[in-house]
């Protein structure tokens, strides 16, 4: 599979992605032996646990990463945001902190890469205000990866996957033509995953 998707032009990350949106956990697992290196790692758990929310995922996560990528970093923000959202009022100001931390650094590091971008614009939208939250400025970052991503590919990140979440940004800011964009998006063919986003988002 792996060969065959080199030929085809496509990175794991994108495997990962088309397993992704099936809506099928195993067929996120079953890329698991193919994974080479820490980011293919980071980025199967980054998936598999918004399809499953299961806790082994998010159990066991380092507090940092030694000469860390700007992807690396913003995926395990990303899992560490997970676990933030399930922590107790304790550990909520210790697992926040090291959230945004690893984010900063990401972005820091390469604010234009497509998942950094996509992990950051979803951290501002889910994200409270009293913790830097910002709906408006998650719309601005979706909007920006949107351009990005339709204007050239992007590794792991669908041209599809950004008008979704473009179209979610504009529904949490409540923007008037969010209804027009999402009825365009189920005039195509979605995978499961994102009709069922569509249909019953967050």
Known sequence: MAAAALLLGLCFGDLVHDAYVSGSPDAVRALVRQAETREDT???RYRLYALT???GLIAELPSDLDSASARELALLSALWGYRTADARLIQLVVYGRRTLGLLN????????DPLVMLIDGQSLLFRPGIAGGSKERGLERIEA??????????CGIAPLEADIWLWYARYRNDEPDAEVLRRDLLERELPPLYREFLDAPP
């Not at 650094?105 to 234009?112: I, S, V």
């Open 105 to 112: 650094r990401a972005l820091e590091q390469d604010p234009d």
């Open 145 to 154: 990866l949107n351009r990005r991503v339709h204007a050239a590919p992007a």
């Open 53 to 55: 929310q299961s806790p």
């Open 42 to 44: 980071l980025l199967l």
